[in-house]
């Protein structure tokens, strides 16, 4: 599936480096839970990431959504985790969609290093919990969505026909008119800094901490979002698009996409 053709795809690129770039490139991947849990589960995953890629060791292993606590603790994971450190196949590991307990409990067994979570100027509810045990932590925030599903690139005029139609309020035919009007004050800020407006929400993720992942297909695209780095956001900027944010219509998930979240861990 996807993750054998994009691990093989990360494999040729690493692969075609010399040895000095190499050491300039972290590599990361996932493993996705199963409906059980064993650690010959999770070390076999592992080592069919390590052959795919081609490499020794798995600089960031990501456990890709949480395991429910009748399944497996999450103190389990994370001694398992140290285990495949231990071993040399991964340096460190990281989490997705965990709730602020769920990662003090990960952390105190081993050290998490990373969080990938949901992160951009549309989807901001882990800025009251998550963020600030990260910060406490020394956790990196990974943030995937960085562009709201490709809404804030400004090139989603519409509802998109696809599984974001039904899963994804914000671009509801309800919402997206409304969050359009958002969009093209962002684009008038990034006319006038001579950028884009994609360019300028990846630049508010990083401004904010976080580290953003956004994906594409086309070279030109990922060429254009590294850019990103070089756009400077004043305190002003921030101030405008704090406001921007705050006045978003819908949520980053219906009831569905939620229960997967770090929501459905909490007051449990």
Same mark, same amino acid.
């Given at each position: 599936? $996807?993750?054998? =053709?994009?691990?093989?795809?990360?494999?040729?690129?690493?692969?075609?480096?010399?040895?000095?770039?190499?050491?300039?490139?972290?590599?990361?991947?996932?493993?996705?839970?199963?409906?059980?849990?064993?650690?010959?589960?999770?070390?076999?995953?592992?080592?069919?990431?390590?052959?795919?890629?081609?490499?020794?060791?798995?600089?960031? +292993?990501?456990?890709?959504?949480?395991?429910?606590?009748?399944?497996?603790?999450?103190?389990?994971?994370?001694?398992?985790?140290?285990?495949?450190?231990?071993?040399?196949?991964?340096?460190? =590991?990281?989490?997705?969609?965990?709730?602020?307990?769920?990662?003090?409990?990960?952390?105190?067994?081993?050290?998490?290093?990373?969080?990938?979570?949901?992160?951009?100027?549309?989807?901001?509810?882990?800025?009251?919990?998550?963020?600030?045990?990260?910060?406490?932590?020394?956790?990196?925030?990974?943030? =995937?969505?960085?562009?709201?599903?490709?809404?804030?690139?400004?090139?989603? $005029?519409?509802?998109?026909?696809?599984?974001?139609?039904?899963?994804?309020?914000?671009?509801?035919?309800?919402?997206?008119?409304?969050?359009?009007?958002?969009?093209?004050?962002?684009?008038?800020?990034?006319?006038?800094?001579?950028?884009?407006?994609?360019?300028?929400?990846?630049?508010?993720?990083?401004?904010?901490?976080?580290?953003?992942?956004?994906?594409?297909?086309?070279?030109?695209?990922?060429?254009?979002?590294?850019?990103?780095?070089?756009?400077?956001?004043?305190?002003?900027?921030?101030?405008?698009?704090?406001?921007?944010?705050?006045?978003?219509?819908?949520?980053?998930?219906?009831?569905? +996409?939620?229960? =997967?979240?770090?929501?459905?861990?909490?007051?449990?």
């Amino acid at each position: 599936g $996807t993750y054998r =053709y994009n691990e093989e795809l990360v494999g040729a690129f690493v692969k075609s480096l010399g040895e000095e770039e190499r050491k300039s490139v972290i590599v990361a991947t996932k493993f996705m839970p199963k409906k059980t849990y064993s650690f010959e589960m999770l070390e076999k995953a592992c080592d069919v990431s390590l052959k795919r890629l081609g490499i020794e060791t798995i600089h960031i +292993y990501y456990m890709h959504r949480m395991y429910s606590e009748d399944v497996v603790p999450i103190e389990t994971v994370a001694a398992d985790m140290k285990k495949l450190v231990d071993k040399g196949k991964i340096e460190g =590991y990281g989490l997705s969609e965990a709730a602020p307990e769920t990662i003090r409990r990960a952390h105190a067994v081993h050290p998490v290093t990373a969080l990938q979570q949901e992160w951009s100027l549309f989807a901001r509810d882990l800025e009251d919990e998550i963020v600030p045990t990260c910060k406490e932590l020394g956790i990196s925030i990974v943030s =995937y969505s960085p562009i709201a599903r490709g809404m804030l690139s400004g090139t989603l $005029t519409e509802t998109p026909k696809d599984w974001r139609q039904h899963n994804v309020p914000y671009l509801s035919e309800e919402n997206i008119a409304a969050n359009r009007k958002l969009i093209e004050k962002i684009e008038s800020m990034a006319k006038n800094k001579g950028c884009t407006a994609a360019q300028i929400c990846l630049a508010w993720v990083m401004k904010k901490g976080g580290i953003p992942i956004p994906g594409t297909t086309k070279k030109e695209r990922a060429s254009s979002n590294f850019a990103a780095k070089n756009v400077d956001l004043t305190k002003g900027d921030m101030e405008v698009l704090e406001v921007l944010g705050s006045q978003v219509k819908g949520l980053r998930g219906n009831d569905s +996409y939620m229960s =997967y979240s770090f929501h459905n861990q909490l007051n449990k």
